[in-house]
């Protein structure tokens, strides 16, 4: 069974898909309009996640409390600090505690990413300083960077962090 956050809110709600809510749609893909999905050791045969894509899907685990959590990181969630909010769904859920969280960050668009201005969703610039630069009037965006300064903003240990540095823009198994 899978379920998928439908991501309505983009507000950074989140959902916890418990036994109960499996129970209820047996089949997995219900409408769950919440941005971060929630699940626990405790919940078998059961995933959750997100396609691939240009942006990074976003994966967190305390292994310690047996919670994971998920979340599809568009440019325009990042400026929302999306990463930081799944952190904070582990740590109000079930209180998980920063220092013991593992998190995976998707294969994404690298700086090939580009665009002719300075990008309308990039609202706080301030957290975009080190990921948007231009060069010779092209706007390249590096949301891996972004998403490390939040993370450590949200004091995750780095060591406990994993980029995959594929870049799906130029590597054909995206």
């Not at 995933?47 to 568009?74: F, L, N, Q, R, T």
Request: charge should be negative.
């Amino acid at each position: 069974k899978m379920f998928m956050a439908d991501q309505v809110h983009k507000s950074g709600s989140y959902f916890e898909i418990t036994d109960d809510y499996v129970e209820a749609y047996p089949e997995g893909w219900s409408d769950i309009p919440e941005d971060i999905l929630v699940i626990s050791e405790n919940v078998p045969e059961v995933g959750i996640g997100h396609a691939v894509a240009d942006c990074p899907v976003i994966m967190m685990e305390d292994p310690i409390k047996g919670v994971s959590a998920v979340a599809h990181c568009s440019a325009e969630m990042i400026d929302k600090r999306l990463p930081m909010m799944v952190v904070d769904a582990l740590v109000e859920a079930y209180g998980s505690n920063e220092e013991d969280i593992i998190t995976y960050v998707s294969a994404c668009a690298g700086d090939n990413w580009t665009y002719d201005s300075f990008p309308k969703w990039a609202l706080d610039t301030k957290m975009w300083e080190e990921g948007i630069y231009e060069e010779n009037g092209i706007f390249h965006i590096d949301i891996r960077k972004v998403i490390r300064k939040q993370l450590e903003e949200r004091h995750i240990d780095l060591s406990n962090v994993t980029f995959n540095m594929d870049d799906t823009i130029t590597n054909p198994n995206y």
